[in-house]
């Protein structure tokens, strides 16, 4: 069993940077895959970035490629977000999720653990 802890969501103006961690509990941290969801009001939850257990590799949806960056830390159990020239249609629920398999994937059902969120809104 894991549990995840998302924090680090805020209001930001356009153009700015926010950086979310996900903390996760358990001693078989190192060995998920980690991945970041978001969700606009009336809009499905939809795949943001993913990294695989080792963080040898890293995925990305198209809109947020080049922008926003997934990294991890096996260490500190935390995954983070680098969130960078935010755009206003970036506002969402952003959530954490914790693939037991290590290699993560861009559908939500890939996943086996999920944060409860933590809210980003992005001004224009």
């Known amino acids: 069993q894991v549990q995840l802890v998302e924090s680090g969501g805020r209001l930001v103006q356009a153009g700015g940077s926010l950086r979310l961690s996900c903390a996760a509990s358990g001693r078989t941290f190192s060995s998920y895959a980690m991945g970041w969801f978001r969700q606009a009001p009336g809009k499905e939850r939809e795949f943001v970035a993913a990294i695989t257990w080792s963080g040898s590799s890293t995925y990305y949806a198209d809109s947020v490629k080049g922008r926003f960056t997934i990294s991890r830390d096996n260490a500190k159990n935390t995954v983070y977000l680098q969130m960078n020239s935010l755009k206003p249609e970036d506002t969402a629920v952003y959530y954490c999720?914790?693939?037991?398999?290590?290699?993560?994937?861009?559908?939500?059902?890939?996943?086996?653990?999920w944060g409860q969120g933590t809210q980003v809104t992005v001004s224009s």
């Open positions: 999720a914790a693939d037991r398999h290590g290699m993560g994937g861009i559908a939500w059902y890939e996943y086996d653990y």
